[in-house]
């Protein structure tokens, strides 16, 4: 009976948290490793049920423990909250995280490959860049317009604007040689950005499933390379409902007492992935205000509702036809679409 059928771990940077229990649900493992011994302890116990928090570390630790033999179960980290007994320690969280993993109706996290991984780098790299360069030319502008040198929106501005500020010699010398050291840090963001920009492109057109989404209006190269490289297996969702729920674009639920309760979406899942599917719907939106190729559901919608509450139903739809093109293989055909939601 003191055979261990269930381990949680608890993972943190050096320390790692085990609790273990029998068939009989007793607890027979309790104790802390270091990390330099994770791989030979679990080199040496028989293969068993594994699980841990889903984060980014945790798929690494799923893919070396599988290849030890061992049954590996990744539980997202609001999953295993409610089972945590009072108190805030490792043994705590681990212990919860056992009780957790073995009910019946727990929803566990698909173990990502080394090469999903390195996608998501990818993506992540890029949104790094963009937010940074961002920082950058808003500097740029605040900066200039302290002189009375403003310019439009836009970065293609931006580059017009130096070359101004480096030709106006009104300016003071040492503003002219900080503004000129601002331009060469934009130059390089610019070259950075390209070079991260084209082998996500490359990775999108060499991706079938990825270059299919991208025909949905509103989706685009970025959104569906996003859409691929972060959603899990859609065919884990029942429904494209479903799927629409775990990216957060369906509203939130507080009924009680037969009082049916909806608020704004519940924001849950990846917040770059459904951040961009509402930029796109936005853009759509935008043209279909312009009368340019606008569905009868959207053109109703806009007369119903503000531009903003239509972009995240808008999103809402584009995250069901990518679901059921995902799941069925099928291409995106814009005439049906529009009748079925007519």
Same mark, same amino acid.
């Given at each position: ?38 791989? $030979? ?57 056992? $009780? ?18 390195? /996608? ?19 500097? +740029?502008?605040?900066? /200039? ?15 017009? =604007? =130096?070359?101004? +500020? /480096? ?12 503004? $000129?050291?601002?331009? =060469? ?87 770059? =992935? ?56 099928? /291409?995106? $055909? ?9």
């Amino acid at each position: 009976m003191d055979e261990i059928t269930r381990i949680f771990i608890d993972t943190s940077k050096t320390v790692f948290q085990l609790h273990g229990v029998n068939a009989a649900e007793a607890v027979v493992l309790k104790r802390q490793l270091p990390r330099g011994r994770m791989v $030979e302890f679990f080199r040496k116990l028989p293969a068993t049920v594994i699980g841990l928090e889903a984060c980014g570390a945790s798929h690494y630790w799923a893919r070396l423990l599988s290849g030890l033999g061992h049954e590996v179960k990744l539980i997202a980290p609001q999953h295993v909250k409610p089972y945590v007994k009072r108190g805030k320690n490792d043994a705590n969280d681990a212990a919860g995280g056992c $009780e957790a993993m073995s009910r019946p109706t727990m929803r566990f996290v698909p173990v990502k490959t080394a090469e999903q991984q390195a /996608a998501l780098m990818l993506a992540g790299v890029r949104d790094a860049i963009v937010r940074e360069r961002t920082r950058l030319t808003n500097m +740029i502008r605040g900066h /200039a317009a302290e002189f009375g040198v403003v310019a439009a929106k836009g970065l293609c501005k931006i580059e017009p =604007l =130096l070359a101004r +500020i /480096a030709a106006d010699q009104t300016l003071p010398s040492l503003a002219r040689e900080l503004f $000129e050291q601002l331009g =060469l840090a934009y130059a390089e963001l610019q070259a950075r950005f390209q070079a991260v920009d084209a082998k996500l492109m490359a990775w999108h057109r060499a991706n079938a499933l990825s270059v299919a989404l991208a025909e949905i209006p509103g989706v685009g190269p970025i959104g569906a390379s996003l859409l691929v490289m972060k959603a899990p297996d859609p065919k884990l969702f029942k429904s494209g409902r479903q799927f629409a729920a775990w990216l957060g674009l369906t509203p939130r639920d507080h009924s009680t007492a037969g009082k049916v309760r909806l608020g704004v979406i519940t924001r849950a899942g990846d917040e770059a =992935l459904r951040g961009v599917l509402v930029v796109g719907a936005t853009s759509v939106i935008k043209m279909a205000r312009t009368g340019k190729g606008a569905s009868p559901w959207l053109i109703a919608l806009l007369e119903r509702k503000k531009p903003k509450l239509a972009a995240v139903a808008l999103a809402n739809k584009i995250a069901r036809i990518a679901w059921v093109m995902m799941t069925t293989g099928e /291409a995106y $055909e814009a005439r049906r679409t529009n009748q079925a939601t007519a």
